[in-house]
T-cell receptor, first 112, second 118 residues
Framework: KQEVTQIPAALSVPEGENLVLNCSFT??????LQWFRQDPGKGLTSLLL?????REQTSGRLNASLDKSSGRSTLYIAASQPGDSATYLC???????????FGTGTSLTVIP | GAVVSQHPSRVICKSGTSVKIECRSL??????MFWYRQFPKKSLMLMAT?????????EQGVEKDKFLINHASLTLSTLTVTSAHPEDSSFYIC??????????????FGPGTRLTVL
């Protein structure tokens, strides 16, 4: 069974810092990997989707990379802002099931 | 991207009552929808896969008689929590798969429903 882990579980940084969130998965037979943002008590906002054939995706200050063979992905946030404070979830979809496996999440706090 | 809505966004009920949560795909037809549950400060756990016109597929450990799923149309799936108890209090999120002809279709998530059982 696919297991997705995110490190660290929580992260607090001063505004303006660049930061990296990590995601690892146990089964490399994935179709794609997606990063989401979740604000407290809210649903999911899709940030970036990386297909298994891709190495990275970029959107504004966000850059996500994927190393499928090693079962790892990183989300890089440049020049962090207080509005970036949220929980970040990574999720993988397998080749066969159309099922999402979610990571445990990283709670990010950006201090003004 | 495609839009998925959920109703209600928040519900409070008494123990022993049943609660229905709706998940709608607003601008596409979804033959498959998924229901997730999220406990406080935990990640999302798949509860069941809802297939239009057929029975839902439940994940191991999820009581199908407790969580009734109906997917009567291509744009609507409902989750009914029967005889709700305080331990059913949680955040329930649905997602809908938009058919694209690809090996794996993109999924879009609803905004979630916060259920509190007193």
């Amino acid at each position: 069974k696919q297991e997705v882990t995110q490190i660290p579980a929580a992260l607090s940084v001063p505004e303006g810092e660049n930061l990296v969130l990590n995601c690892s998965f146990t089964d490399s037979a994935i179709y794609n990997l997606q990063w989401f943002r979740q604000d407290p008590g809210k649903g999911l906002t899709s940030l970036l989707l990386i297909q298994s054939s891709q190495r990275e995706q970029t959107s504004g200050r966000l850059n996500a990379s994927l190393d499928k063979s090693s079962g790892r992905s990183t989300l890089y946030i440049a020049a962090s802002q207080p509005g970036d404070s949220a929980t970040y979830l990574c999720a993988v979809i397998t080749n066969t099931g159309n099922q999402f496996y979610f990571g445990t999440g990283t709670s990010l706090t950006v201090i003004p | 991207g495609a839009v998925v809505s959920q109703h209600p966004s928040r519900v409070i009920c008494k123990s022993g009552t049943s609660v229905k949560i709706e998940c709608r795909s607003l601008d596409f037809q979804a033959t498959t929808m998924f229901w997730y549950r999220q406990f406080p400060k935990k990640s999302l756990m798949l509860m069941a896969t809802s297939n239009e016109g057929s029975k839902a597929t439940y994940e191991q450990g999820v009581e199908k008689d407790k969580f009734l799923i109906n997917h009567a149309s291509l744009t609507l799936s409902t989750l009914t929590v029967t005889s709700a108890h305080p331990e059913d209090s949680s955040f329930y999120i649905c997602s809908a798969r938009e058919p694209s002809g690809k090996q794996v279709d993109e999924q879009f998530f609803g905004p979630g429903t916060r259920l509190t059982v007193l």
